[in-house]
């Protein structure tokens, strides 16, 4: 008779197999492609984003969280840590946004993953 745990962990990744089928490019285009891009948004809703370029440590991003270590730098992104998340930022106006966003996407669940493994306070974790 299988362990209780063990037949819960085994639904848990049966569940996570569905789920990454299902998020693909038509989860990308149903749900991500209804945001907002800096560039439609009116002037009320406008506030001076940095572009990924802009990026500089222990200053603040564009959320107001502080930069604490640039993991990589790209005119049209950056990945970045701050002292609760590893974030990635993506310049609204590159031509290859919707390629970037829908890539990063498709890793979702392995992000989310890693992610559980992570201390709650990054800075104090390094």
């Known amino acids: 008779m299988p362990n209780k745990s063990f037949e819960r962990i085994l639904n848990q990744r049966r569940r996570l197999s569905s789920l990454r089928q299902r998020s693909s490019a038509n989860y990308?285009?149903?749900?991500?492609?209804?945001?907002?891009?800096?560039?439609?948004m009116n002037g009320?809703?406008?506030?001076?984003?940095?572009?990924?370029?802009?990026f500089k440590l222990d200053e603040k991003d564009n959320d107001g969280a502080t930069i604490r270590k640039i993991y990589t730098k790209h005119p049209e992104y950056v990945i970045y840590r701050t002292d609760s998340a590893i974030r990635v930022d993506m310049d609204d106006d590159s031509k290859k946004v919707n390629l970037y966003s829908e890539n990063h996407y498709k890793?979702?669940?392995d992000l989310g993953r890693i992610y559980s493994w992570l201390p709650e306070n990054l800075s104090r974790a390094c």
Do not use: T
């Open 44 to 54: 009320s809703d406008k506030k001076k984003r940095l572009k990924p370029y802009d």
């Open 107 to 109: 890793i979702g669940i």
């Open 28 to 40: 990308f285009k149903r749900n991500v492609c209804k945001v907002k891009l800096d560039h439609q």
